[in-house]
């Protein structure tokens, strides 16, 4: 039996959702696999997976600091390289991040098969640290930004998988109840200037509209008693936490979604065909989340508006147009629908047996 395909991913969730998501499938074809992560990433992958940690760190942030995240990717590297001598696995599939980097960098070295999964509309750094040592860059958009025309040839479709959950979700159609379900996400870099913007625009409505509107929305916990005891006094009915558990079935029923353009946000909209109007963090690396609006701007499955411009009077207008075109709300539906990859967790797991094949027959 071949080893192991050794996993690497970064330490959010973003990078350690789609890694999980590969060894599931992969581990669904008869495939075994490890995951090699920093101690961020090993927080998301205890227990029944086999994981291993290194040392790694973003160089970003200064000289001082830049020179000691090198140091932390260079052992983290030998580390790697004395698992990989451990492990003698058959390829490395690695999901961005800078914890992936030193097990990039050691499968290199032992001349292992490399895939890079991206799950942005632009390569992230430290994708674009490993790129050239993969066989196979697994991409989420087919014109990601930022790939080296030299290694466009090894590019693949696959999406970006979903959280274990959205799978088994049927979504209502948007806009064909009487009620205007608009659900607001925006974890902790969006909650912020959505519970400031979103309770004004609401505030702007017409009354008619206000008396339809059943608002979920994600609010940091300092404003929730007063985005509350504003929804109440406008007669809106609103459920508001700082975390929802059951997202995906909030997003399922929702009409319209106000949210970030994070890679796992956009693929959630995508999965479960939600019109969508898109406020991507201006700070994001490589504006990254500006990159992944557009695409699905361009694609018709969502409006955008820059945080600069989203403003209580710009929100409300396009509340108010929205929830009164539901053939609008429908064509959007339609756009996220033929956008999405709904099997992207297969297609990777293909990529990575795809590859091993191939160097099988070397």
């Given amino acids: 039996m071949s080893g192991p395909v050794l996993i690497a991913t970064g330490g959010t969730g973003g990078h350690v959702f789609p890694a999980l998501a590969t060894a599931r499938a992969l581990r669904a074809r008869g495939q075994r696999v ?39 990717i260079a052992r983290g590297t030998l580390q790697s390289r004395r698992l990989i001598g451990r492990l003698r696995p058959s390829a490395t599939a690695a999901f961005g991040g800078y914890a992936s980097v030193p097990a990039v960098l050691a499968a290199a070295l032992a001349r292992l098969p490399v895939l890079l999964h991206e799950q942005n509309a632009v390569l992230g750094r430290a994708n674009r640290l490993a790129a050239r040592f993969a066989r196979t860059l697994a991409l989420t958009f087919a014109d990601t930004e930022g790939l080296p025309p030299a290694l466009a040839g090894r590019g693949v479709v696959t999406g970006n998988p979903v959280r274990p959950g959205f799978a088994a979700i049927t979504p209502r159609r948007p806009g064909t109840g009487e009620a205007f379900r ?38 940091r916990p300092e404003r929730l008693a007063v985005v509350d005891e ?107 629908a033929a956008m999405a990859v709904t099997d992207a967790a297969e297609r990777l797991a293909g990529a990575v047996l795809a590859m091993l094949d191939r160097e099988g027959a070397r």
């Fill in 230 to 336: 504003r929804c109440a006094r406008l007669g809106v009915e609103a459920e508001l936490a700082p975390f929802f558990e059951d997202v995906a079935e909030r997003l399922a029923a929702s009409d319209l979604v106000v949210s970030r353009a994070g890679a796992s946000t956009v693929a959630e909209l995508l999965h479960l065909a939600r019109p969508a109007l898109l406020v991507p963090y201006p700070h994001a690396a490589d504006d990254h989340q500006r990159a992944n609006a557009e695409r699905l701007v361009r694609a018709g499955a969502a409006r955008m508006l820059p945080e600069d411009a989203f403003t209580a009077e710009r929100l409300a207008a396009m509340l108010e147009e929205l929830a009164g075109d539901p053939a609008a709300l429908e064509r959007m539906s339609e756009a996220a």
């Fill in 34 to 72: 490890a995951f090699v992560t920093d101690r961020r990433g090993a927080r998301y992958l205890g227990g029944e997976n086999e994981v291993y940690e290194i040392r790694a760190a973003s160089p970003a942030g200064g000289l001082r600091r830049g020179l000691g995240a090198l140091l932390a």
């Fill in 182 to 219: 608009l659900l607001v996400l925006g974890g902790s870099q969006g909650a912020r200037v959505f519970g400031e913007v979103v309770p004004e625009a609401v505030a702007r409505l017409p009354a008619a509209l206000r008396r339809r509107l059943r608002l979920a929305m994600q609010c």
